[in-house]
């Protein structure tokens, strides 16, 4: 079975703070995904890494960035953290191509104060 | 944009009846479409994927139907338990993008 395993299930961070949300997946897979979901909202896809230190933007990237240094890490940078970016944070991974599926990690819950 | 909805928001069912949750999406040019199971407070668990060439799925006791051409996908839940209770998810990818639907909460009365 493909792992997707995320830092922390709860933090809780105060506004200003540059906060790091980690991500590691066990299956070698070359995609992986960062989106936050609210409710009314849904999932939204912030970054999207297709392959170790690529990177492109999702629908929603402003106050992120992110880091793939190695094909299994996929890290979520709020470099400023602000109130509204209080959220469930989910990532998931999958192998490279068309019809291949997206698994997803237990989420984040992010709160900032 | 691609817009995905799910009908009805909620639905609350007896066990053993069989459930039927709708997906719609309005730009039929996708590459395929994922349901999936999110349990309250956790993250997505996926449950089938069809192939935009393909008419349905099957897994256990969930069959999911694919009409692409009219943007419209089905899943279906057979005798269901209580233990099916959740929120259940439909995504459609346009290349690696998935677009997600808001989701059917899903409650099965003992």
């Known amino acids: 079975d493909v792992k997707v395993t995320q830092s922390s299930r709860y933090l809780v961070k105060r506004t200003g703070e540059k906060v790091f949300l980690e991500c590691v997946q066990d299956?070698?897979?070359?995609?992986m995904f960062w989106y936050r979901q609210d409710p009314g909202l849904g999932l939204r896809l912030i970054y999207f890494?297709?392959?170790?230190?690529?990177?492109e933007k999702g629908d929603i990237p402003e106050g992120y960035s992110v880091s793939r240094e190695k094909k299994e890490r996929f890290s979520l940078i709020l470099e400023s953290a602000s109130t509204n970016q209080t959220s469930m944070y989910l990532c998931?991974?999958?192998?490279?191509?068309?019809?291949?599926?997206?698994?997803f990690g237990d989420g984040t819950r992010l709160s900032i104060l | 944009k691609q817009e995905v909805t799910q009908i009805p928001a909620a639905l609350s069912v007896p066990e053993g009846e069989n459930l039927v949750l709708n997906c719609s999406f309005t730009?039929?040019?996708?590459?395929?479409l994922q349901w999936f199971r999110q349990d309250p407070g956790k993250g997505l668990t996926s449950l089938l994927l069809?192939?935009?060439?393909?008419r349905e799925q099957t897994s256990g006791r969930l069959n999911a139907s694919l009409d692409k051409s009219s943007g419209r996908s089905t899943l279906y839940i057979a005798a269901s338990q209580p233990g099916d209770s959740a929120t259940y998810l439909c995504?459609?990818?346009?290349?690696?993008?998935?677009?997600f639907g808001a989701g059917t909460t899903v409650t099965v009365r003992a």
């Open positions: 890494s297709y392959d170790v230190k690529m990177k």
């Open positions: 730009d039929s040019a996708i590459y395929n």
């Open positions: 998931a991974s999958r192998r490279q191509g068309d019809n291949q599926p997206q698994h």
């Open positions: 069809i192939q935009s060439s393909q």
């Open positions: 299956m070698d897979h070359e995609n």
């Open positions: 995504a459609v990818s346009n290349d690696y993008k998935l677009s």
